[in-house]
């Protein structure tokens, strides 16, 4: 039988040890918000299990001065990849949890405008074994759902592979692996493409954080009749092609030399035309190819239902 008299000594043994371990957490709290990042103390490296943790380690950041966790602040964190998070009201804080090392790189890189930085159990340095990350390998982030695989191989040169993470909805889930069969096009792909924008969407991208084998990532399991009626399906309805068609342009009296330059100028502000045909039997018809599906559906998007001369352009994508 617990004597009474011994309750309020166990409940302030208790208390003195919560103060304590709130007075620790405090003074971390307190250097990410003078210095915008985490020192790690001697305890805290010894206590970090660097084979186990390591990647979840690498996945976790801090953002302070969080009084809540509206929208905007979780729409700002969907750029970089999929998270988890905890908020602390009490500290107004928050501990966010990416999916990839890479993703959590990219979000402390980017929100300069946030208290940020990384969690106190960020490893001092980094295993021999992860040191060496494959050069010809970038992790991309922010992509549209309109963009698939086969505009990113388009889009950039010497592309091995596109790993596109997929949700079992057919959609993909904003980010991916590119393998590149030269790594030396690789730094001049950071840098030539470095405001990339597709779909009015900013695109991040990055070098591999450390070394690490790629995710595997799966869509649902279902026979390949139904992927090449679905692929047959987005073809009509998202657009995907490279030949832009445009009819409903101007009479045929009207057709001249200066209308084709007009429209040749229009065209080429969209993107690098391969091939331009001008079609004038029963009415004037335009056939221009592009060099990427991106050109052409942006093409399409900016001409599409415009007025020319008094009449409203139909235009139309077709596969290649």
């Known amino acids: 039988m617990i004597q009474k008299r011994k309750i309020p000594d166990r409940i ?10 709130a007075e620790v957490l405090h003074v971390s709290y307190t250097k990410v918000l003078n210095y915008q990042r985490w020192t790690i103390n001697e305890d805290t490296q010894k206590d970090i299990r660097i084979n186990s943790d390591f990647f979840e380690q690498l996945n976790k950041i801090y953002i302070g001065n969080v009084k809540n966790v509206s929208r905007d602040i979780t729409k700002l964190l969907e750029q970089f990849g999929n998270f988890t998070y905890k908020f602390i009201r009490s500290k107004e804080c928050m501990f966010v949890d990416f999916d990839n090392p890479n993703a959590a790189y990219l979000c402390i890189r980017e929100l300069k405008g ?59 889930n ?6 590149f069969r030269n790594n030396k096009v690789v730094p001049q792909i950071l840098r030539f493409y470095s405001n990339l924008t597709l779909y009015n969407q ?3 991208m990055c070098n591999l954080v450390v070394k690490m084998d790629l995710p595997i990532f799966k869509t649902p399991n279902l026979p390949d009749e139904v992927y090449k009626i679905k692929k047959a399906i987005d073809n009509k309805i998202f657009k995907k092609g ?41 009415e004037i018809i335009v056939r221009c ?12 998007k900016h001409l599409n239902g415009r007025f020319f001369g008094g009449r409203r352009i139909n235009a139309e994508i077709i596969e290649t």
């Open 114 to 172: 946030l208290k940020i930085g990384r969690t106190p159990s960020y490893p001092s340095e980094i295993p021999e074994q992860y040191k060496h990350p494959d050069k010809s390998i970038l992790y991309l982030s922010n992509i549209h759902q309109d963009v698939s695989e086969e505009i990113l191989i388009d889009l950039f040169p010497e592309v091995e592979y596109v790993r596109m993470s997929y949700n079992g909805n057919f959609k993909h």
């Open 174 to 179: 904003g980010y991916c692996y590119i393998k």
């Open 289 to 300: 190819v592009y060099k990427t599906e991106t050109e052409c559906k942006q093409a399409h």
């Open 202 to 204: 900013r695109v991040y």
């Open 12 to 21: 302030l043994e208790l208390a003195k040890i919560k103060m304590k371990e």
């Open 242 to 282: 490279k030949i832009l068609i445009l009819r409903n342009l101007l009479d045929l009296e009207d057709y001249d030399e200066d209308f084709k330059n007009e429209m040749k100028r229009e065209l080429s502000k969209h993107g690098i035309i391969e091939n331009l045909e001008f079609t004038s039997n029963e």
